[in-house]
């Protein structure tokens, strides 16, 4: 069975999708679309020159893993007019599946990582100045997946681990940011806590961490109460 068969298989009632766009688009990307509306008339709707994920009634849902800095034009012309909501789907945790050219799986095991929702931080920090807005929202959605694998030659000639989708097994949990405070429900319960108690509590990198921090003193739900040496300290805000 080949790679584009497996996809096949989870995508099926997918697959009949006509876009360009759609068809490139991922399995948790789709799913998502289903997750917020089951109805595909509400998918891919072309708005003032724009094509959004999700409309429903004057609502829009756009579902970003990633490039958060190519929403900002798009925020830009929507957040007067509409409600809109960014989705962003969380990998917690993952099983891979390694496939060979023929697609028979060769390997499987379970990835040691597992990321926290405030990963999100280092996106919005590309989107800071739009965050107060107050028709901007998010949804955050925490997965297990199932990830498949496969080996490929890249242009140097040289044999890469290559990803070809990932499938949602479960969503572990939701959460809904409709304004400021909402952000806190994603903080570790911490007190006099530095940016390395902070990567400690969330297992995010210090680049991931420093800009889940920056734009949570940028937002006023936390704050710096102290600095040790170096490190600021901070609290959550009150």
Known sequence: METKQIIDLVNNDLSIKESIGTRKEKTIHQFL??????????H?????????????DNHIYEIQTKGFNNLRIKLEKLLPNY??????????????????KNGEVVDIRKSPKKTHPLSIGEELYKIKSF?????????????????????????????????????PKKILSIYDINNVLDWQQLIPDMKDFSTKDFMKETKLSLKKASHALNVLRYLEVIWVTNKK?????????K
Do not use: C, M, W
């Not at 891919?44 to 429903?56: M, S, T, Y």
């Open 44 to 56: 891919e709707v072309h708005i003032d020159k724009n094509i959004v994920d999700v409309l429903i």
């Open 83 to 100: 409600l809109v909501t960014i989705v962003y789907p969380v990998v917690y945790t993952k099983l891979i599946y390694k496939v060979d």
């Open 229 to 237: 040496g170096n490190a600021f300290i901070h609290n959550i805000k």
């Open 33 to 42: 679309k289903y997750f917020i509306s089951n109805n595909s008339k509400n």
């Open 131 to 167: 965050l107060k807005h107050p028709n901007l929202s998010f949804k955050i959605v925490v997965f297990d997946v199932e990830e498949y694998d496969t080996t490929r030659v890249n242009r140097r000639k040289q044999t890469r681990l290559s990803k070809i989708d990932q499938y």
